[in-house]
């Protein structure tokens, strides 16, 4: 059974950082991983990929601010997420996909204040 299980979010004030991370159990030979969000009204985007051979993209609105980066040998992705701002407070999903089948986390949230 995979396991997909998000940490990392909470309560910061604008220029803040997080660092979420998203460990993967049960799977082996993941393909790509991501971090996703949803804001309230909003459809889930896309927030940032990286490939298992580390090739990395972000939506426009967090480049330069948010860094996503893998451990292949621990199942595990992580978001380093600097200079918050209130637009990012969202739940942050963590996507790991193997071939056409994506396994999604819970979700975490992160709510940035003004």
């Known amino acids: 059974q995979v396991q997909v299980v998000e940490s990392g979010g909470g309560l910061v004030q604008a220029g803040g950082s997080l660092r979420l991370s998203c460990v993967a159990s049960?799977?082996?030979?993941?393909?790509?991983m991501g971090w996703y969000r949803r804001a309230p009204g909003k459809q889930r985007e896309v927030v940032a990929r990286?490939?298992?051979?580390?090739?990395?993209s972000y939506v426009d609105s967090v480049k330069g601010r948010f860094t996503i980066s893998r451990d292949n040998a621990k199942n595990t992705v992580y978001l380093q997420m600097n200079s918050l701002k209130p637009e990012d407070t969202a739940v942050y999903y963590c996507?790991?996909?193997?071939?056409?089948?994506?396994?999604w986390g819970q979700g975490t949230q992160v709510t940035v204040s003004s």
């Open positions: 049960g799977i082996f030979s993941i393909d790509d």
């Open positions: 990286v490939t298992r051979g580390g090739s990395t």
């Open positions: 996507g790991v996909q193997k071939s056409v089948v994506t396994y």
